[in-house]
């Protein structure tokens, strides 16, 4: 997710504007997810912050949100060592890998 800035023409993905859209912004990317992945069942939806505090933030709403995103998605997370495991709550993952259960 990234800011445009009218004055450079380019994309900011490093702003935090706390202009109060984020949940529009995040129900409009789970949408666009689900899309994604109906369209392609082979694929698998690889998330990862481009700074610790916005990887928190994806870890949080994946936390809040797991029974119903796991609906429709496998979750897995990967640690900072590498490792890929099944998400579990309230671990600190440094990305969020969403397959589709097709």
């Known amino acids: ?11 900011n993905d490093k702003s935090i504007t706390n202009n109060g859209d984020l949940v529009t912004v ?10 994604f992945t109906t369209q392609n069942p082979d694929a ?6 481009n700074t610790p505090i ?3 933030l994806y870890n949080r709403i994946v936390n809040r949100s797991l ?13 900072p060592n590498g490792d890929k ?3 579990a709550l309230n671990v600190d ?3 969020i890998i969403l397959e589709p259960k097709y």
């Open 85 to 87: 495991e099944a998400f």
């Open 93 to 95: 993952y440094i990305a």
């Open 26 to 35: 995040l129900a409009t990317v789970i949408q666009i997810i689900q899309d």
């Open 1 to 11: 997710m990234a800011d445009y800035d009218n004055q450079t023409g380019s994309f």
């Open 67 to 79: 029974s119903n995103i796991e609906t429709l998605h496998s979750v897995s997370g990967i640690l």
């Open 44 to 49: 698998f939806v690889y998330i990862e912050g």
């Open 54 to 56: 916005k990887q928190r």
